[in-house]
């Protein structure tokens, strides 16, 4: 059974000394509170945290979904006792509620299928921060854009995601009338672990019924005054689809607090990183300096406005996280800005007294 979901040579391999300790290979596919719902050799089980891995697991290590265990024989209660975890291939993360720490979302993932709604509350900038994310935790993501039978103007919808997408493929589509599903079986292959992510009301559960071919999950009604949803998924599950494919659901986010490098940054942004090399001054600050290409392109509206501050506002958050976990970079930030400032106070004294003379 194991195999079914994603076991293959190269990780029986790696469990080598694992199975020399005399424990067996299990995958999370749902966790509820202190328990977790794995798949093992000989089917499904309960399992809980043994007492060395609670003790010695740290930020970050506790099993998630899709996570691959090493678990021992069941204790009194008939749980298997979990053990260690597996190295992960993939991590999606955000920061965890209040801005501390970083929370693994789904783990081992291959393909991220980022899930927005042609509604009213169709948000490019929402885009661009998962796409960041994704493109961070390793997985391949792929832009799907569903209620397509709600939207009134869908190719206007499909073009400005298609301006920001950077490379990701895009997917239009209606999951209540199938119309478009079946553009997503090429990502959706045997073995292969896809994650649904997008805030509430995307539509992420009606995607997974519609491609499982029944009911697996709840769906709700999405309020009339914004088009935002409600939870209707509580938990994150992963269900195996008649392709074959693997497929995690899961709840969604009202917000996505970036944990992430720069190179995912500019890789979601490649137009203004192509614009930035092309800037005269290497130095260039985007403000004033002859030369800017950043400048000219949002004269001539080949940048839009948005886009660049989205850029911007995303670089700033992940600087302070950066600064947050190290205090020399806060101090290095000081000190650039510091410069700045003082450089760009000479610049306009320079041109006042230019004026004046």
Not at 38 to 54: D, K, N, P, W, Y
Not at 112 to 123: K, P
Request: hydrophobic share 45%.
């Amino acid at each position: 059974m194991i195999k079914d979901f994603g076991w293959s040579g190269a990780l029986e391999a790696a469990f080598a000394a694992h199975a020399a300790a005399g424990w067996l290979p299990a995958r999370v596919v749902a966790h509820h509170r202190g328990l977790w719902r794995l798949v093992t050799q000989a089917g499904e089980c309960s399992g809980r945290l043994s007492g060395r891995f609670a003790a010695e697991a740290a930020a970050g290590e506790h099993p998630v979904v899709g996570d691959w265990l090493a678990i021992s024989r069941t204790d009194d209660e008939g749980d298997a006792l979990i053990q260690a975890l597996m190295p992960r291939k993939s991590g999606f993360t955000r920061r965890a509620a209040g801005g501390v720490g970083v929370q693994v979302v789904a783990s081992n993932v291959d393909v991220a299928l980022l899930v927005a709604a042609l509604n009213d509350d169709f948000n490019p900038r929402r885009l661009e921060r998962y796409l960041v994310a994704t493109r961070d935790s390793g997985a391949a993501p792929v832009i799907v854009l569903t209620k397509l039978d709600l939207s009134s103007d869908a190719a206007a919808q499909r073009q400005a995601v298609d301006d920001i997408a950077a490379g990701a493929p895009v997917v239009t589509l209606s999951a209540l009338t199938g119309e478009g599903l079946e553009a997503l079986e090429q990502w959706l292959e045997p073995g292969v672990t896809a994650v649904l992510l997008g805030s509430s009301g995307a539509g992420k559960s009606t995607l997974l019924n519609a491609l499982a071919r029944e009911a697996l999950m709840s769906t709700g009604a999405i309020r009339e005054a914004d088009d935002r949803g409600r939870h209707t998924t509580t938990h994150r599950e992963l269900f195996r689809l008649p392709s074959g494919a693997l497929l995690i659901d899961t709840p969604g986010m009202r917000e996505l607090g970036l944990v992430a490098d720069e190179a995912a940054l500019d890789e979601s942004f490649t137009d203004l990183t192509a614009l930035i090399a092309a800037c005269k001054f290497s130095d260039c600050t985007h403000v004033a300096e002859p030369g800017c290409a950043i400048l000219a392109a949002l004269a001539d509206e080949s940048l839009s406005a948005a886009r660049w501050q989205s850029y911007l506002k995303l670089r700033r958050e992940l600087a302070f996280v950066v600064r947050k976990d190290n205090p020399a970079a806060e101090a290095a930030h000081r000190a650039q800005w510091k410069q700045i400032n003082k450089s760009q106070r000479a610049k306009y004294k320079q041109r006042r007294d230019s004026e004046d003379g």
